[in-house]
């Protein structure tokens, strides 16, 4: 068998595994992340670095205490961009009350399940949201 065929098999094998790992959220948002992006004027945003070296931050636009937009950036791994959309997509219009009740199990949970090894991406999440509106409700 020469390299490519090699090759070839490895990355089957690799898809298989990941399928096997991940549910199809995870896999979905990992390949096709959503609100991700920067946003210039937000009314609030934070950031975190987490346990793997990677960073999530959360962009916010709030109105009447209202989330009216929510995005987030990250450097990370597919499930920290998994964690990163859905909680920018449990936040949006919501009011603060109710964001700040999002856990990484309400994020866990959306996704269908996280493997042990990237719980910490949910908890990243949650916590640089609440580090945003932390910032939010610190200026007024």
Not at 89 to 113: F, T
Request: hydrophobic letters at 35%; one cysteine or more; charged letters at 20%.
């Amino acid at each position: 068998m020469d390299k490519n065929n090699s090759r070839t098999v490895n990355q089957s094998e690799t898809s298989s595994h990941t399928k096997q790992m991940y549910s199809k959220k995870v896999i979905e948002y990992a390949n096709a992340p959503v609100n991700m992006g920067r946003m210039n004027d937000p009314s609030a945003s934070a950031w975190i670095k987490g346990a793997c070296g990677e960073t999530i931050e959360i962009y916010l636009i709030i109105e009447n205490h209202k989330i009216k937009a929510a995005t987030f950036f990250t450097n990370g791994c597919g499930p920290t961009l998994a964690c990163g959309s859905t909680v920018t997509l449990l936040a949006i219009d919501k009011s603060i009350d109710d964001v700040l009740s999002i856990s990484p199990r309400n994020i866990i949970d959306h996704l269908e399940g996280l493997p042990k090894e990237n719980i910490h991406c949910a908890i990243l999440a949650a916590s640089t949201l609440y580090k945003a509106i932390a910032d939010y409700l610190l200026q007024y």
